[in-house]
């Protein structure tokens, strides 16, 4: 009887470490779920990087075209932007003889307090036109 008596305590081990590993899982979930977070972040500020660079290529193209209509800079600039990064546009025209270049900074925005990423500055030249 003393193997059946071993194979009674085999299975009694079995079942406590099974129920000691039940909460491991969620545990190792739970410490991974800070480095999920800050990946998803940093995906998120790379968009809005991307995004405000393209804007204010936006902004400089619009700027400069206004510009060389002698129509301004400075609306045609906050116009050619999303409405969420129009306040965040400066323009300035440069007359250059025969051309006009105008220069658009938009600052982007953080998803996280504190950090600074700085502005994104777009160059743009246009023939004048009148």
Not at 3 to 22: F, L, P, Q, W
Request: proline share 6%; with cysteine.
């Amino acid at each position: 009887m003393p193997y059946r008596h071993g194979t009674c305590r085999r299975e009694r081990d079995r079942i406590r470490r099974r129920d000691r590993d039940r909460g491991q899982a969620a545990l190792e979930y739970l410490g991974f779920l800070p480095i999920l977070l800050i990946v998803g972040m940093a995906v998120v500020q790379l968009g809005l990087i991307a995004y405000t660079a393209q804007q204010a290529g936006t902004a400089a193209r619009a700027g400069a075209r206004s510009a060389s209509l002698d129509q301004g800079a400075a609306g045609a600039c906050s116009a050619a932007v999303s409405s969420w990064l129009a306040d965040r546009t400066t323009c300035v025209p440069v007359p250059l003889g025969k051309e006009v270049t105008v220069t658009a900074t938009v600052d982007i925005p953080s998803i996280v307090p504190g950090w600074n990423f700085g502005p994104a500055r777009k160059t743009a030249t246009m023939p004048v036109d009148h």
